[in-house]
């Protein structure tokens, strides 16, 4: 397949390169883990940061153009596809909102996964912009996710985010930014819930008070 037909192919490269160091900088990802991607406008295929790449080493030459069938379309010599290929390929397949995701191993929400513990959407900002992000648990065989346990949860049109256990976090938006935003809030509000645990427990606390609506809009409309 021609490259040449992909016109947007080096914009959407200079997105993701952004995003990745964005998420560098942001201390969402470190070492060569996590992975993100993007989907061309041609919708057959992605851009995809490959195995054994930082975030903050994402360039030009080193991402990987994949066909939604799996495909390797380009790709710098010596590089393998990421080991969560699998996933980015089967979101997009399945939701067509979806043009891109990010997966980061950010470690307060991964301090949530490993813990078993679903992060509560316990801001107005996580209900509105989320709405819930289930844990997803390990494989059956006790290894990492794969497409056939994440995209059941994600065939659910309302699911934005996910955790997965003992893993990392995924978030998948309409473009780049979008997911890249879902993965902040997501880290932001397990970090947030950690502190409001740890404050409710000094104090002798067992529950508190969670917002209903995201939105003061909501919140009229719904008592209307």
């Not at 992000?133 to 994440?150: C, F, K, R, Y």
Request: proline letters at 5%; one cysteine or more; aromatic letters at 6%.
């Amino acid at each position: 397949m021609d490259l040449a037909n992909y016109t947007d192919l080096h914009s959407k490269m200079d997105e993701l390169i952004a995003m990745a160091k964005r998420c560098f900088d942001g201390g969402l990802q470190t070492n060569a883990g996590g992975n993100l991607s993007v989907r061309l406008d041609a919708r057959d295929a992605i851009v995809i940061k490959p195995s054994g790449v930082g975030f903050n080493e994402c360039t030009r030459k080193n991402l990987q153009v994949v066909h939604l069938d799996g495909a390797i379309l380009s790709s710098a010599e010596g590089l393998k596809p990421s080991k969560d290929l699998d996933f980015h390929r089967d979101l997009y397949r399945i939701r067509d909102d979806i043009n891109a995701i990010v997966h980061c191993h950010s470690p307060w929400a991964t301090g949530y996964a490993s813990a078993g513990i679903e992060i509560p959407c316990l801001t107005v900002q996580t209900i509105e912009k989320i709405g819930r992000m289930p844990l997803i648990p390990l494989s059956a065989e006790g290894g990492p996710q794969t497409e056939v346990d994440i995209s059941p949860f994600f065939k659910d049109p309302t699911i934005r985010a996910a955790v997965l256990a003992n893993h990392g976090t995924i978030g998948a938006g309409p473009t780049l930014m979008a997911a890249q935003y879902l993965a902040e809030i997501i880290e932001e509000t397990a970090h947030i819930a950690y502190v409001r645990d740890t404050l409710m427990a000094a104090h002798g606390k067992t529950a508190a008070d969670l917002p209903q609506y995201g939105t003061a809009a909501d919140a009229r409309a719904a008592n209307a």
